[in-house]
């Protein structure tokens, strides 16, 4: 069955370094997200993308984050300076045409910010 | 209540007994979805029920979805030691952008 792959599983990085976070999408699959899940809390929606665009963010999505499709199969999501607050995990998850269709997550990447 | 809220918050039964979730939500919805989270990883998407749908069955789940009072549950049938995780449901909300607004979920135990 198709997956959703994320990389790396664990990144344990530095308060104010830049961080990027990698995904794998679904071949044919349109719509990409990044949701994030603090530990012992709900998963929060963070950004959506479509078309090379994104189609909607979250409060959370500020100026720190950036998504790039740089090359037609990986998605990424970039944090340029961390915070100890950015430490959770963060999901990655494709669906096929956005509405009416399952999601379909990546395992996640554990952030630790130090 | 929050969009996206389950209960009960914890939930444990015996092998072979049926456990039902249920789901409140607040606004307006294309879909509601289900998803299960083993600890650490990642999330499962299991069913799927549009606003039009009354009621959905997979294999051991079965959802309902009642839009007049905004609310869903999950019933799954002779639960298994294996069905021990935690459940969320989360709704596609109506309008031009689909996301996911997740419930802070359901923790499954179920003893052998």
């Known amino acids: 069955e198709p997956e959703v792959t994320q990389t790396p599983s664990h990144q344990v990085t530095q308060m104010g370094q830049e961080v990027i976070l990698r995904c794998v999408p679904i071949?044919?699959?349109?719509?990409f997200y990044w949701y994030r899940q603090i530990l012992g809390q709900k998963v929060e929606f963070l950004v959506s993308?479509?078309?090379?665009?994104?189609?909607?963010k979250s409060e959370i999505f500020d100026d720190q984050f950036s998504v790039e499709r740089p090359d037609g199969s990986n998605f990424t999501l970039k944090i340029r300076s961390t915070k100890l607050e950015d430490s959770a995990m963060y999901f990655c998850?494709?669906?096929?045409?956005?509405?009416?269709?399952?999601?379909?997550f990546g395992s996640g990447t554990r952030l630790t910010v130090v | 209540s929050q969009q996206g809220e389950e209960d009960p918050q914890a939930l444990s039964i015996q092998e072979g007994e049926n456990a039902t979730m249920n789901c409140s939500y607040k606004?307006?919805?294309?879909?509601l979805q289900w998803y299960r989270q083993n600890s650490g990883r990642g999330l499962v998407h299991l069913i799927l029920i549009r606003s039009n749908e009354r009621e959905k069955h997979s294999g051991r789940l079965r959802v309902t979805l009642d839009t007049s009072k905004k609310s869903s549950s999950l019933l799954i049938t002779a639960s298994r030691a294996a069905d021990t995780a935690s459940y969320f449901c989360?709704?596609?909300?109506?309008?031009?952008?689909?996301?996911?607004?997740f419930g802070k979920g359901i923790t499954l135990s179920v003893r052998p």
């Open positions: 989360a709704t596609d909300t109506a309008g031009a952008n689909s996301k996911l607004t």
């Open positions: 071949s044919n699959h349109l719509y």
């Open positions: 998850a494709s669906s096929v045409r956005g509405l009416d269709y399952g999601y379909t």
């Open positions: 993308f479509y078309n090379n665009e994104i189609s909607e």
């Open positions: 606004t307006s919805i294309n879909n």
